[in-house]
DNA sequence: TATCTTTTTGCACACACTGCAAGTTTTGAC
DNA sequence: GTCAAAACTTGCAGTGTGTGCAAAAAGATA
């Protein structure tokens, strides 16, 4: 029974697309109701229709499933970095990346402002969090003395400037979020690399 | 039995903290020897001469008995950056203060090392460790607003300022870890100051 | 010595997570 | 439509982390 057209395109993809968000989204909604800590795997699992050990098969921990954070965007973000224009200098390459992928976080700015709401109560997730963006910060750390051809162990400047766009993309976050998610984040992280000098 | 003079000062306070000394430096040792995944927490209280249960009486987790990061130096920083003379502009008080703290971090150079090996290979310490930096950050950026006492919605400087320091820390973390620890950390921290505009 | 406080320990338990093997669904070829 | 291969789901059994509780051991106090 495939009743191609109520569903669109099902196949097996789809429906795996489809199991995983909910799961993802039961989380995050049973997270929010009841707390992280009072939350068990097995009540998302029941949540979204599906056994316990399926869980498992989606996410490798709970918190996974409720951060839901892509592990492949450092590596796809580092491409991003090492393809862009050779003329360009660090910083420039690095604004240009970080500003289209803040550009299209803001597509979905609920799932943003629970995911961080989330973070800021409960210690494990703001960990994980933090986790994902040091990755990240690496990542692009690599990218930028890829391109440099440099010793990271002579030059600092290179490196240096991953870090400080980095900064200035988690200050304009939270500059965004203390003036409660009002106006264009990507008008903020404008300013804020600016004033970060990476330029 | 007391014996105190071939033991030093021997109270309970001072039993307590070697035996928090012996579970840490198992846990680090049996983590290097055999990775950290392969060691339980069972090993570590063995290797200590504890229960098992008393080891989740000195460590919340297993993670904590080997990174065992000070769960109140983000507070005390803070404090530290208040204090500091209130002509001081951000940075120079940010600067001024997280450069004794690497000072500090110098002292015991092998303890940082085996640290910063561990994390590398081991993906939930180094999440940890940047779950504690992230902490560190916000703490700091607290600090700085608190000093120059601006609503965080509309000012960015104050706020990027401590994150700026920050990234420079990481990158003469990086650099000193690139270049074999060889070297002044603290001369490292100053030119990377100097170049993120930390001044 | 007697007593009060702190620490250690054992026990029972909830929950996260994994490997494995058996079931079910989906797919693609005929 | 039938059938076999591939992919997905599930149950089961087990390991390991971490917690509450109450009894035992150790240390401090008088």
């Known amino acids: 029974m495939t009743t191609a057209g109520t569903d669109g395109p099902t196949d097996r993809e789809s429906k795996k697309r489809r199991t995983r968000l909910r799961l993802h989204t039961a989380a995050v909604r049973l997270a ?22 399926t869980f498992f098969n989606y996410f490798a921990t709970k918190e996974d499933a409720i951060v839901g954070s892509d592990p492949d965007r450092p590596a796809r973000l580092h491409r991003a970095v090492v393809e862009r224009p050779s003329h360009e200098r660090p910083a420039e390459a690095l604004r240009a990346v970080l500003t289209d992928q803040v ?35 690496t990542a692009l750390v690599e990218a930028v003395y890829l391109r440099a051809g440099t010793d990271p162990a002579d030059d600092l400047a290179t490196g240096l400037s991953a870090r400080l766009a980095m900064a200035a993309v988690r200050a304009a976050f939270h500059q965004h979020r ?17 004033a970060a000098g990476v330029r």
């Open 178 to 194: 203390a003036a409660g998610a009002d106006g264009s984040l990507a008008d903020r992280l404008d300013t804020a690399f600016d």
């Open 103 to 137: 550009r299209e976080m803001e597509g979905d700015p609920d799932l943003w402002r629970m995911r961080s709401t989330l973070a800021a109560s409960t210690p494990e997730l703001s960990t994980r969090l933090a986790g994902a963006g040091d990755r990240l910060e």
């Open 32 to 53: 929010v109701e009841r707390g992280y800590q009072a939350t068990t795997a097995d009540e998302i699992a029941a949540a979204a229709g599906v056994s316990p050990r």
